[in-house]
């Protein structure tokens, strides 16, 4: 099965959200293989949701407009299979258990914050939100890297197609490691990114 999982993510590349990735994270959002709540991964912005997905979707092509908001997206040829949200703190706002996340902070917040994570429906469990967070990373340490949080639950304790901000086992695997829990199941975990080497 890992076999079968390291060929399937060989075949995705990633691309960052941006202007000339915008059709085809639209594409997804607005099928029914994304999220059906409408919110166009808003969430987690200071600005929230609202109930009307129409406006939802401004929100989101505003903040891409204005490189307000960051993803990784996991790409099957020209097909958008998932992403990856990431961000500065002051981006990435509204995490599950918060109360919980500010009575237990011990120092100062960290330089990035992994979003939610999102396998188009018939992808998951095929690589694509690995693929989504090494491609976070790897974005991350481009832009000059720094200490990353994520907030996953572990696989099992939700549905997969509910477990938003990633499976544990995911972030385990991609070098983090366990901070403190928050909620029943979900952990705060922790990584340092290197800054990427420079060409030249």
């Not at 109930?51 to 097909?79: I, P, Q, S, W, Y």
């Not at 995490?95 to 120092?107: A, E, F, L, P, V």
Request: net charge neutral; charged share 20%; aromatic share 8%.
């Amino acid at each position: 099965m890992a076999d079968e999982l390291r060929a399937t993510a060989a075949a995705y590349t990633v691309r960052p959200l941006d202007e000339s990735t915008w059709d085809a994270f639209e594409e997804l959002c607005s099928s029914s293989a994304g999220y059906p709540s409408g919110c166009w991964c808003n969430g987690m912005h200071a600005e929230g949701l609202t109930r009307d997905a129409a406006a939802n979707r401004e929100r989101k092509r505003t903040r891409v407009l204005a490189g307000t908001t960051h993803a990784a997206l996991v790409f099957e040829g020209a097909l958008c299979v998932g992403w990856c949200q990431y961000g500065p703190a002051s981006e990435i706002v509204h995490i599950k258990n918060r109360r919980r996340y500010d009575q237990t902070q011990d120092g100062p917040l960290p330089d990035w914050r992994i979003g939610c994570t999102h396998a188009r429906a018939g992808h998951r469990r095929q690589g694509v939100a690995t693929t989504a967070l090494e491609g976070a990373l790897d974005l991350i340490a481009a832009a000059g890297g720094g200490r990353v949080e994520g907030y996953p639950e572990p696989a099992g304790t939700v549905p997969a197609g509910f477990l938003f901000h990633g499976a544990l086992s995911t972030f385990e695997r991609a070098g983090f490691t366990r901070d403190r829990m928050i909620g029943q199941h979900r952990w705060v975990v922790t990584r340092t990114v290197e800054p990427a080497a420079q060409p030249g």
